[in-house]
């Protein structure tokens, strides 16, 4: 029996992460781990780091193209990963390693099923 997989995403806003300078190294060393595992147990789908140097753009419906992103949007920075895993507890568990190894708390969201796949 096949087992249903549903896709998560974990992240954080960079204005999350308080880590002090000297420790940032130590950071990135201990969120790549987490990754690297997640590689190795077959979970991984994606991650990374939105550049929060470049701001965003927002391509309206009627093709214009204008600096900025959506009013109501507070914040939109900070890292993030995709996991594909069996279940919810098994996405939190996975949001536990990485919010150790980032020293800030994970949000954890549910992809929608996609009908046609």
Same mark, same amino acid.
């Given at each position: 029996?096949?087992?249903?997989?549903?896709?998560?995403?974990?992240?954080?806003?960079?204005?999350?992460?308080?880590? *002090?300078?000297?420790?940032? %190294? =130590?950071?990135?060393?201990?969120?790549?781990?987490?990754? +690297?595992?997640?590689? @190795?147990? #077959?979970?991984?789908?994606?991650?990374?780091?939105?550049?929060?140097?470049?701001? *965003?753009?927002?391509?309206? %419906? =009627?093709?214009?193209?204008?600096?900025?992103?959506?009013? +109501?949007?507070?914040? @939109?920075? #900070?890292?993030?990963?995709?996991?594909?895993?069996?279940?919810?507890?098994?996405?939190?568990?996975?949001?536990?390693?990485?919010?150790?190894a980032c020293r800030c708390d994970q949000e954890v969201r549910?992809?929608?099923?996609?009908?046609?796949?």
């Amino acid at each position: 029996m096949e087992v249903a997989l549903s896709r998560y995403l974990i992240s954080f806003p960079g204005r999350a992460m308080n880590v *002090p300078e000297g420790d940032l %190294a =130590d950071v990135a060393d201990a969120a790549h781990a987490v990754v +690297e595992e997640a590689r @190795l147990a #077959g979970v991984f789908v994606f991650a990374g780091g939105l550049d929060e140097d470049v701001g *965003p753009v927002l391509v309206a %419906a =009627d093709g214009t193209i204008t600096e900025g992103s959506y009013p +109501e949007t507070e914040e @939109l920075s #900070g890292g993030f990963a995709i996991i594909e895993v069996a279940s919810r507890q098994e996405a939190l568990e996975w949001a536990r390693k990485l919010a150790v190894a980032c020293r800030c708390d994970q949000e954890v969201r549910v992809f929608m099923d996609d009908p046609l796949v």
